[in-house]
């Protein structure tokens, strides 16, 4: 597919087909189902979203960091034609199949930690949280989980509950799985000044041994960068020092890399980023099959086979298609210059975030690594969230052709997920939109 990759809008936004289309929907799509752009996307290359009234997006939201290596990747196209062609489906725990095992063996070589590793595949990160904590369960044979303030896991009934924010993902849905314990996570920006990640984690520790117990606690989870949460990179140490109390007590140590691995911050995981993190389990998702619905549980062999047969799995998990499409996606990374472009991303990109908080004092914080970027907005002279700033800016960069999501436990933080194989040009350009939309306040 040829999509010249090039912002243009020939309509205002939504056009009119496009509002045909969303009537159309709320006669036919459950309401609970959102639109954050009701524009209807007929095809997408790289990072360009092409609209059906042919208005061109330049897209910095990846679907959630999905696409991470660009719409419509040429080798992820070429491995699904020809997998979808020969083998659609058997169900992997029935009758096994190639494309699900070299997804396992790659992800096993590429997880950090000086162990040996198995994997597992299923449908979703949500799905695949729950399977780690249910592997850290039987491992452990304890029952309580703690995860941390500002987190997200998903939409299922266990991962409902790990969540930290109510709206939009819990409210009016309970009641939720219990033995989950919410503690203090390190958010450097709102943290008392001064505050190590070593100190950090100390009142994280002290939470957890006071509320649940060391002994009772049969995994820790967390987002090495939190996702929804507004792109938190915990203080420096913060890492290390909960990995290794958690091995001290014989706790599963869980890194939810579903939004931040994958080559999307410039390392194959996040958690490479800081030395003595070493979880024991990954949940991965999203970038790892250019849009395919898979995911996985990677991590130490004895917590992976601590399950009997058929305790862990599902119908779909796996799917032959998807799992050729990883493949694909992986190979890519492996043969080289994928990680480099996340980082070269990061140095187009942060310099002129930086540029802008110093302009405009409505920017507390730019924060991120690699091609996982946002800025938190704040009421000027304040640390004070300001998410009505975030919605004039949302809604002006998407009246202009340029596709940005908000995120952040108060909705005040900007996230910038472009796919890796977007140009120089269409970067700076998109950033040009976003300080138009801010000089507008």
Not at 3 to 27: M, N
Request: net charge negative; charged share 15%; hydrophobic share 45%.
């Amino acid at each position: 597919m040829t999509i010249e990759q090039t912002r243009k809008l020939v309509t205002s936004i939504p056009g009119p087909k496009s509002q045909a289309l969303h009537q159309h929907r709320l006669q036919h799509v459950g309401h609970g189902v959102g639109a954050t752009l009701p524009v209807y996307i007929d095809s997408a290359h790289g990072a360009i979203l092409v609209d059906v009234d042919g208005n061109q997006f330049i897209d910095m939201g990846s679907g959630i960091g999905v696409t991470t290596i660009g719409h419509t990747n040429e080798g992820v196209v070429k491995a699904v034609s020809e997998q979808v062609a020969k083998l659609t489906h058997t169900l992997f725990t029935v009758t096994p199949y190639v494309p699900y095992v070299e997804v396992c063996e790659i992800l096993n070589a590429h997880m950090p930690g000086n162990f040996v590793k198995r994997s597992a595949l299923f449908n979703s990160g949500a799905e695949a949280v729950e399977n780690a904590i249910k592997l850290a369960r039987k491992f452990t044979k304890r029952n309580e989980i703690a995860v941390f303030d500002h987190a997200y896991h998903g939409r299922t009934n266990l991962t409902m509950a790990m969540n930290f924010k109510n709206m939009p993902y819990a409210d009016g849905f309970g009641p939720f799985a219990g033995s989950v314990t919410h503690v203090p996570m390190s958010y450097p920006f709102h943290d008392p000044e001064g505050m190590t990640g070593e100190e950090a984690a100390q009142r994280a520790i002290n939470y957890m041994e006071k509320r649940v117990g060391a002994n009772n606690l049969a995994a820790v989870v967390i987002e090495p960068i939190q996702g929804e949460g507004g792109f938190i990179v915990p203080a420096p140490g913060f890492l290390k020092a909960l990995s290794q109390w958690t091995h001290a007590n014989g706790i599963v140590l869980v890194a939810d890399e579903v939004q931040a691995g994958i080559a999307r911050t410039g390392k194959f995981f996040a958690s490479e980023y800081e030395e003595g993190f070493e979880p024991d389990l990954m949940t991965i998702a999203k970038g790892i099959a250019g849009g395919m619905p898979i995911s996985a549980v990677t991590g130490r062999a004895e917590i992976m086979d601590s399950s009997h047969p058929g305790g862990i799995g599902g119908t779909f998990g796996g799917n032959p298609v998807a799992a050729a499409a990883a493949v694909a996606v992986l190979r890519q990374i492996e043969a080289g210059g994928v990680l480099e472009k996340a980082i070269h991303i990061e140095n187009i990109m942060k310099p002129r975030l930086l540029d802008l908080m110093a302009k405009y004092p409505v920017i507390g914080e730019i924060r991120g690594r690699g091609a996982m970027l946002a800025i938190e907005f704040v009421v000027p002279g304040t640390r004070t969230p300001n998410s009505a700033a975030v919605d004039a800016i949302v809604k002006y960069a998407h009246t202009n052709g340029v596709l940005v999501l908000n995120a952040g436990t108060y909705g005040n933080v900007i996230r910038f997920l472009p796919s890796l194989a977007i140009s120089d040009e269409l970067l700076i350009e998109a950033l040009a939109v976003i300080e138009q939309g801010i000089a507008s306040l």
